[in-house]
């Protein structure tokens, strides 16, 4: 085992990798009146050209922070240090040094990285058509002539399979069905056929019949455009299914990283074993009780030394685990956990 160094000529890694995103030790502090509310901690990782990193955890882990600071969208009140190299094409260049409302990163949001939100039904606003809505991509990033833009505006929402989509172009959100929104909603994220796509569990709203076209759906669209995918979710089914990589994701910070197989057959990190462990297994007996993770979460305020997961750990090490955070170490190819006990 070896401790992963993070500074090592990161454009040179992602130049050589085809790397599209490494976000690199990655802070987010938020200040309210309790204290300082330590959200995302330390954060670090990397998604090749054409793979898919499947970020899971539980709610309130800070996953969503993190995929809003990929594209600078959170709030004021959130300090933000670290890095996050974005490979262009052209050049690589650190997310967080650009202003969140000037033109370098109004040119990356939205036609280099788009991002699938949750709730559907609240993304789109009432007052105008569903086809203008995707339409203002198509407008601010490839053409400004009304005619060309909605006719490449009818053509993604025909790809994400909305039928007569002249028709559904002029129509408004409430004529629009959950499954129906879910789809305009990744149409808007890829009608500019985006390097990443963030998706942050954009099923967690539909029924599972709806969900199984969605993710199928996903897939066939990111083979099409050889485009990167940052699945964020709670259902390690669908990790299984989408990701070729997950992080493992707990009080704001990334526990365990690895290949899906080796994740799923052989996790090292006791958190990582309890999420695994709580879910139902096809074949298991009928009266066979799911493993349970004992306790909740803790308020990421005032945090103390130590692991954060000490509380709930059954393997934890008085006088270690709660006295100084474990550090990062690799365990097998590409396979690398956060805890003293391993």
């Keep these: 085992m070896r401790q992963i160094h993070t500074n090592k000529g990161l454009e040179a890694i992602m130049d050589a990798k085809e790397t599209i995103i490494r976000v690199n030790n990655l802070h987010i502090n938020i200040k309210t009146e309790e204290g300082i509310l330590t959200a995302v901690r330390g954060v670090s990782f990397h998604i090749d050209k054409?793979?898919?990193?499947?970020?899971?955890?539980?709610?309130?882990?800070?996953?969503?922070?993190?995929?809003?600071?990929?594209?600078a969208l959170n709030?004021?009140?959130?300090?933000?240090?670290?890095?996050?190299l974005f490979n262009s094409g052209e050049r690589v260049v650190d997310i967080l040094k650009m202003s969140p409302k000037g033109p370098e990163i109004r040119d990356i949001r939205g036609k280099q990285i788009s991002m699938i939100f949750q709730e559907p039904m609240v993304c789109f606003s009432p007052l105008y058509t569903i086809g203008s809505?995707?339409?203002?991509?198509?407008?601010?990033?490839?053409?400004?002539?009304?005619?060309?833009?909605?006719?490449?505006?009818i053509d993604m929402m025909k790809k994400v399979g909305i039928a007569n989509a002249e028709k559904r172009y002029d129509q408004y959100p409430h004529e629009f069905s959950g499954g129906m929104l879910q789809r305009a909603l990744i149409a808007m994220a890829l009608v500019c056929r985006p390097k990443l796509l963030i998706a942050d569990e954009p099923t967690t709203a539909l029924d599972v019949t709806i969900q199984a076209q969605i993710l199928e759906l996903i897939k066939e669209l990111q083979k099409d455009l050889k485009m990167s995918v940052l699945f964020v979710t709670h259902d390690?089914?669908?990790?299984?299914?989408?990701?070729?990589?997950?992080?493992v994701m707990y009080l704001g910070k990334?526990?365990?990283?690895?290949p899906v197989e080796e994740i799923y057959f052989n996790p090292k990190h006791p958190y990582t074993k309890g999420l695994i462990g709580s879910v139902h297994k096809i074949g298991s007996k009928r009266k066979e009780r799911l493993d349970s993770i004992e306790g909740t979460v803790p308020l990421a305020l005032n945090l103390p030394p130590g692991c954060g997961f000490y509380e709930r750990c059954h393997c934890r090490i008085d006088g270690v685990c709660n006295v100084r955070e474990p550090e990062t170490i690799e365990v097998?190819?590409?396979?690398?956990?956060?805890c003293h006990a391993v």
């Design 254 to 258: 990334i526990v365990e990283t690895g």
């Design 50 to 71: 054409g793979e898919t990193l499947g970020l899971v955890g539980e709610s309130g882990c800070g996953k969503s922070l993190t995929c809003k600071a990929i594209l």
């Design 332 to 338: 097998g190819p590409g396979h690398t956990v956060s």
């Design 75 to 84: 709030d004021q009140k959130c300090s933000t240090t670290g890095e996050i």
């Design 133 to 153: 809505q995707i339409n203002e991509c198509t407008r601010l990033h490839i053409t400004k002539d009304k005619k060309k833009s909605r006719e490449i505006t």
């Design 236 to 247: 390690l089914g669908t990790v299984a299914k989408m990701c070729d990589r997950v992080a």
